[in-house]
């Protein structure tokens, strides 16, 4: 199973790539007719955004934008140095996410992208009288 199928991308889709490394593309290993934008596009709507951040200051600063990008059936994956991996961070699986959760985003899922990365799903949540629901 190709990291693109654990991820969710299926042919005809509309991926936006934030902050990505070079190989990422050659780890996807994509499927037809995905279509790739380096950047956000005015107007455009995505299937899927990937965020790459670094450490803790790399969520703060991008969260916001980042979210504003995310429709509500687009796919978000925030990719982070995963321990263990050459890569330097203050994140992890639990820790680092403020700026995220505190605007009703939580973590859902984890899949590893490679030795040195790994990425979580989050999810748009919200606050009902009966506790917290998926939006």
């Known amino acids: 199973m190709t990291l693109a199928h654990r991820l969710g991308v299926r042919p005809g889709d509309r991926l936006l790539l934030l902050n990505a490394p070079e190989r990422y593309l050659r780890l996807l290993e994509l499927p037809p007719e995905v279509h790739i934008d380096l950047g956000p596009l005015p107007g455009s709507r995505y299937d899927h955004v990937h965020l790459f951040a670094l450490d803790e200051g790399t969520v703060r600063r991008e969260a916001g934008p980042t979210l504003g990008l995310v429709g509500p059936d687009t796919l978000l ?14 994140l992890s699986a639990d820790k680092g996410w403020d700026a995220v959760t505190e605007q009703g985003w939580r973590s859902t899922a984890q899949e590893m992208v490679d030795s040195d990365w790994a990425a979580l799903r989050f999810e748009r949540f919200r606050q009902t009288s009966e506790g917290v629901d998926r939006e």
């Open 77 to 90: 994956w925030i990719c982070y140095p995963r321990r263990g991996g050459t890569i330097i961070t203050d």
